[in-house]
Structure formats: C-alpha cells, structure tokens
C-alpha cells in the first residue's frame, strides 16, 4: 500500500496552564500550576475526597452563532474553539475544507456529562408532561459520544471522514493516529484531529472511588499532582481541549504552509485482559511498536511525554516500560504535573504542548518532581528546564480498558 | 387573541429564542435563517406555553412544513380558534 509522508500544520489547546502558544509557554517556563479548588457542583462534590481539579479558569471569548450553539454542550464549545483555531492557523483554502478531502478525527470521553445529567434528572423526576418536554429536542445532539467531531463538521462545512473515538483517556491520541493513518494511506488529504472534555465531577467520582484521585495536596491545590515523585498520590482529573492539523507533505509544502512537525509513527494496541490495571508488557509492545512503525531506533527519540498520571502503580509501570524501551537517553516529561489529567484531551494537549517546545528549543521539567520514587528511577527525569532542541519525540498515552498508544512526531529542519 | 397579537407574540419569540430579528411576513425562515426541524419543534413548545395548552402529536405534526412567519401566524391562529370552539362545546 502506498504511504505518504503527515505533517502538522497547526496546533492549538485550552488547557488549565492557557489558552494557545503564548500563554501556554510562559506557564511551562515558569512552572505555573493550573490545578484549583474542586468547584461545589451541589451535587456529589461534597462527597469526593480530592478536592482539586484542572481548571479552565479563565473566560474564552466565544463567537458562535445560535445556528451552531444549539447542537453544542460545553465539550464542542472547547472543541469548536480549538478546531476553529487550528483551521484559522493552517489557512486551507476554502474550497478545499468543504471538499471532501478534509476529514475530521474527535472525541471525549462520553459527550457532555452537563447534559446528560438534566436529562436523567428529568428521566427520574419526570412526574407529568410538562416535565418531560424538559428533554429538549436537541439534548442528544448535545451530549451524544461523537458531538464534538460532528458539531465541529457542521460549523466548518466539512464533508469528509468522521472518526469519533471514545477511549478514555486515549481518545485523543488515537484521533490523532487514525488521523494519520487516514492521511499516510490517502484516505484523505488533511485531517483535523484532537480531543475535548468539559468540567465534570462524575469522572472525579469514579477515580475518587477508585481511590486514584489525590487528596493530601487538597490545601495546595497548585503543589499536585506529582509524577514520578515519592510524594504523589494520585490524580487530578482536568478540563481542556486540544487539535492539530494533519496534512499530506506534499500537499502542505506546494501550498508553502507552515509546518510545525511531522508525524513519522503511530501504535495502539489493547492489554487483552485487565481493564484498570496497568499492563507492562502491553505498554512496552506499544512503544517497541511505535518505534518500529516510526521506522528509527530508541536512540532517535530525544524526548518522552509520558502518560504519567501520578498513580502509584502507573507511573512505576510506565518508567520500567519506557525504560526497557528507550533506555536512559531520552529526557522524560510528564506533562500532566502542570495541569492533571484532561482525560479524552490529553493526547492532543499533551502533543500540542511537545509540538511548542519543539518550536521554542526547551524541555519544561516535570513539576513537583523533587525526590524521585526509587521505583521510577531507571529513566532520564527533566527536573529543571532544559534550552535543548528537540528532533524526535514520542508522545505515551494509556487508557482505562487497557489501551495503549504511542505517537512519534519529529521537527523538520 | 387577534391576529396582531399573535405576530407580536410570534416576533418576539423569534427574537429571544432563535436570534431571528424582524424577519419579512413570507421569507422562508429556513433558507433566511437556518431555522430547521429542531428550531420547530422548540417554537412548538413555545406556542404551547402561550396559548396555555397542549399540542396533540397530529398537531404538531402539521407544523413541520411551515416556512414562513406568516405561516407560523396562520397555524397558531387556528390552534386559538379550534381551542376557542372546544371550550365553547364544553
């Protein structure tokens, strides 16, 4: 089958540390926490222990019109905001969005929990008609598991593939693999791909009641959560979304857009058993097989963004598998330390963010990395920020139900 | 309910709920303002609550081909009618 060479064209992300490049940056440089106060949904908040939370605390100057808002729940807020800009960024022409060769490859991990919640409550309150005309007509539209990538469709005009996957924490960085695939084996030409989830104390609850949140930094929210470090205790779970546009070399260079990097591999596969626990050989498979679609060495790989979630048997199985893999060479960051865990965002985010440092020649450290956990010490930590250029980098993201993925992206000279 | 309360009734619901400002009395809402079967059914429940009762499903029904605010005008002045009768029947 003929393959074709992927670039990213354009990147954007709303993540708890910014909103785009520049702030974005600066909150990696100076090692500025985007982890607040749990917010009272006057719900179930009061019953979760962590009190902490990823938090997009600053306004986004929307502009959409009612013809787009009335399909969209607060997750396509994000993710049309950010494919907006991607879009804006890559400047396809416009004949070329609505053509059929850009297809669009989205996710969250369950649609917009915001809406869903009022329909249920409706669904078991619902005691005469009036009530039940509460569920309004376009409530599934709103919080369906593909609303992000067809609210994002509809705004733009675009006709080409959806892809829509809703695996947990890898979402994303499946949106951005089979975005890739799409593009190497000419399904289409360019791709928009990324993730999205909107604030949601449902998803605190169950990691809460899996006893995986963090809960000792509940007065220090902006001190958690801790990869990688001795003092870590679980995660943070966070709101944001992110998008990259893939296009075809060939395709970007003739029409002398700006390319930020180029998507060299991609390797996703399944622990086939155990859905929570995390899985050494399966990860390990993973990476080896990312290499090996990438088609370079472990010793090509000058930077690791570690999934790195800051639960403690996760970190300890990364660190021996990304160490069996890739030795002690590679700089090692886990992204998450400045903002918790944007679940179906963080494989964008978290490529979005490698993608800037790429750009910018540094390396942020691992925030709160002070006493390494003995147990995660076989790999190369970043703990203070490195002026170094980085070439290839391979972006690590696992997923409850035993998915893996590794992405490889690599700067073009 | 006259026929200029109803439009004035009508207008003003277009504007609050579906941001359609002064529209003409025969322009197609969809094609003008993208109005489509979402936005319909969600005027229908407006007309409900302004006439203070319930639509049958065969009533609604018949609004799905309306296109125009003139039209909107004439089903929800038949609705008023038909309600008016019944309660006179009662």
Same mark, same amino acid.
């Given at each position: ?50 009190? %902490?939370?990823?938090? *997009? ?28 800009? *991607? ?15 850009? =297809?669009?490859?989205? &996710? ?16 078991? /309150? ?24 067809? #609210?994002?469709?509809?705004?733009? =005009? ?18 951005? +693999?089979?975005?890739?695939?799409? %593009? ?21 609850? %169950? ?55 180029? %998507?060299? &591999? ?6 086939? &058993? ?7 050989? +399966? ?9 090996? #679609? ?32 890739? &030795?002690?060479?590679?700089? *090692? ?37 002070? /006493? ?17 250029? *980085? ?23 | ?52 009762? /319930?639509?049958?499903?065969? /009533? ?31």
């Amino acid at each position: 089958m003929p393959q074709r060479r992927v670039v990213i064209t354009a990147a954007s992300a709303i993540s708890p540390i910014g909103h785009g490049r520049k702030p974005i940056v600066e909150s990696l440089v100076n090692g500025k926490s985007g982890v607040a106060a749990l917010r009272e949904d006057h719900l179930i908040s009061r019953f979760i222990h962590s009190r %902490v939370y990823g938090t *997009v605390g600053y306004p986004i100057a929307y502009d959409f019109s009612r013809q787009y808002r009335k399909t969209m729940g607060p997750v396509s807020y994000y993710a049309c905001q950010v494919a907006r800009e *991607v879009l804006e960024q890559a400047g396809l022409p416009p004949d070329f969005v609505t053509g059929g060769r850009l =297809g669009i490859a989205f &996710g969250s991990i369950h649609g917009s929990p915001t809406v869903q919640r009022d329909i249920y409550r409706i669904f078991f /309150e619902a005691k005469d008609k009036a009530t039940f005309q509460g569920i309004g007509a376009v409530d599934y539209l709103k919080s369906m598991v593909h609303t992000t990538a067809v #609210n994002i469709s509809k705004m733009f =005009g675009i006709t080409g593939r959806i892809i829509s996957s809703g695996t947990a924490c890898t979402t994303a960085s499946q949106s951005i +693999g089979f975005g890739y695939e799409a %593009v190497k084996y000419g399904l289409q030409d360019a791709m928009i791909c990324g993730g999205a989830d909107e604030y949601d104390t449902i998803t605190v609850a %169950v990691f809460d009641n899996l006893l995986a949140c963090s809960t000792a930094f509940n007065d220090r929210p902006g001190e958690t959560p801790r990869p990688f470090d001795r003092a870590r205790d679980g995660l943070v779970v966070a709101e944001g979304a992110g998008a990259v546009m893939l296009e075809e070399y060939e395709f970007a260079r003739k029409r002398g857009a700006t390319i930020l990097a180029e %998507v060299i &591999g991609f390797a996703c596969n399944s622990n086939g &058993g155990d859905l929570i626990l995390p899985n050494l050989d +399966g990860i390990t498979k993973t990476l080896r097989l990312g290499l090996e #679609n990438a088609q370079i060495n472990a010793s090509d790989v000058d930077l690791v963004s570690a999934h790195a979630t800051a639960t403690k048997m996760g970190d300890i199985i990364e660190a021996q598998a990304t160490g069996r893999v890739f &030795g002690t060479q590679p700089r *090692v960051v886990a992204l998450k330390s400045y903002m918790g865990h944007t679940m179906a965002a963080c494989g964008a985010v978290e490529t979005v963010l490698t993608i800037y440092m790429m750009q910018e020649g540094f390396i942020a450290p691992t925030l709160h990395l002070e /006493e390494i956990d003995e147990r995660c010490a076989m790999i190369r930590h970043v703990q203070k920020l490195e002026e170094i250029p *980085v070439k290839t980098a391979a972006i690590q993201n696992f997923a409850f139900g035993g998915v893996n993925t590794c992405l490889m992206i690599r700067k073009l000279t | 309910m006259t026929r200029q309360e109803i439009e004035k009734e009508i207008r003003a619901v277009l504007l609050r709920e579906f941001e359609v400002e002064n529209p003409e009395p025969d322009v197609n809402l969809r094609e003008a303002y993208g109005f489509d079967s979402i936005d319909a059914i969600e005027l229908l429940l407006e007309i409900e609550r302004f006439l203070g009762t /319930e639509l049958t499903q065969a /009533e609604k029904k018949k609004a799905m081909d309306i296109r125009t605010l003139n039209q909107i005008i004439d089903y929800v002045e038949m609705l008023a009618h038909h309600r008016k009768n019944e309660a006179e029947k009662a």
